[in-house]
């Protein structure tokens, strides 16, 4: 039995999600606990503007040394836009592993309904992916 339904107060969603947001980490991080970190990758953070003004990051990792233009992967993390971070190291090493291949991989840091990066309502996280691919 779920220790929550929709009509438990807020406090409690909030807490529940921040309880799944801490376990669902653990379990990530430990997928790639022991995996080779991927060499000849540059990552850097940069800064867009959302549509209400807000600084948003963009994780964005791609091959040392290439030049001109590469295809792009635009990373929208996973916690259904409720829970989890573009920051996270499952998903920073996941896009660093991507870019030996000739890629750049660009997750954005977009708000979420609870968790770390939230709670911001609905559609909030949605207008920082669009802000981020434009």
């Given at each position: 039995?779920?220790?929550v339904s929709?009509?438990?107060p807020?406090a409690?969603?909030l807490?529940l999600?921040a309880a799944a947001e801490?376990?669902f980490e653990?379990?990530?991080?430990?997928?790639?606990s022991g995996?080779?970190?991927t060499?000849?990758?540059?990552s850097?953070?940069?800064?867009?503007?959302?549509?209400d003004?807000?600084?948003?990051k963009l994780?964005?990792?791609?091959?040392?040394?290439?030049?001109?233009?590469?295809?792009?992967i635009y990373h929208?993390h996973?916690?259904?836009v409720?829970i989890?971070?573009?920051?996270s190291a499952?998903?920073?090493?996941?896009r660093?592993?991507?870019?030996?291949t000739?890629?750049v991989?660009v997750?954005?840091?977009?708000?979420?309904?609870?968790g770390?990066l939230?709670?911001y309502?609905?559609?909030?996280g949605l207008?920082?992916?669009?802000t981020g691919?434009?």
């Open positions: 039995m779920s220790p929709p009509h438990s807020r409690d969603l807490d999600a801490s376990a653990a379990v990530l991080e430990e997928l790639i995996l080779p970190e060499a000849g990758v540059i850097e953070t940069h800064v867009a503007r959302s549509t003004g807000r600084e948003m994780c964005v990792s791609r091959p040392e040394g290439a030049e001109g233009p590469l295809p792009c929208l996973g916690g259904a409720v989890m971070g573009a920051a499952p998903y920073e090493r996941w660093r592993g991507l870019c030996p000739g890629l991989v997750g954005v840091e977009f708000r979420d309904g609870a770390r939230g709670p309502p609905y559609p909030a207008e920082d992916c669009v691919l434009k």
